[in-house]
């Protein structure tokens, strides 16, 4: 004769396996183990799980419980939260969809931030002039106050291309005019 064991986990009292009990080698009865249980588990509709509810040797029956487990993003910073807790639900903050770069929280999705977007270039278009002007002093081309006055003139020429930006691919196409030398 054969019976089924459902353990559950001690913690979460979870559903998290199935064996078959021994047998009572006197009395030919089976052997319950903690943290298990002869009653079988209900199926569960995909994002949830059973839980054992009550006590495993005298009574106690299987719930199913919404399982919210996993990673979701903040909508205000943006940042991955992480849901390890069964009985822990994601507050209307969290989205289980991530955000792309420069993206923020739309009200019912993320949109593209196109002023972080451009402060962030910004910052890597200065780098770059910084890196030519050192460059360009360091092997002899030029004075250091020829350095300085080239990147200046660089740079309002930047500043005046930026202002004339209305869309992502407008400001892509400048960075990639910038690192092909358009602006020497």
């Keep these: 004769m054969k019976k089924t064991l459902y353990h559950f986990d001690p913690k979460t009292r979870e559903f998290s396996g199935e064996t078959m009990a021994r047998f009572d080698q ?16 209900p199926a569960c509709p995909d994002g949830s799980v059973a839980i054992f509810v009550g006590n495993e ?3 106690g029956s299987w719930s199913i419980v919404p399982d919210r ?3 979701y993003w903040s909508k205000t910073t943006g940042e991955i939260v992480e849901i390890t807790e069964l009985h822990e639900a994601p507050n209307d903050m969290l989205t289980p969809i991530a955000p792309k ?4 929280w739309g009200g019912s999705g ?10 962030s270039t910004l910052r890597n278009i200065r780098e770059i002039l910084k890196n030519e002007t050192i460059d360009a002093i ?9 350095a300085v006055d080239t990147i200046r003139e660089k740079w309002k ?3 005046f291309e930026v202002s004339k930006i209305e869309t992502k691919e407008d400001f892509d196409n400048l960075v990639d005019r910038l690192t092909k030398g358009d602006f020497k």
């Design 26 to 41: 006197i009395e030919g009865e089976p052997l319950q183990q903690k943290n298990s249980t002869f009653i079988s588990p």
């Design 57 to 59: 040797f005298i009574d």
């Design 69 to 71: 487990r996993g990673v």
């Design 101 to 104: 770069p420069f993206e923020t």
């Design 110 to 119: 993320w949109i593209f931030d196109r002023d972080s977007y451009l402060a």
């Design 138 to 146: 360091i092997s002899g081309e030029q004075s250091l106050d020829l």
């Design 157 to 159: 020429m930047i500043h």
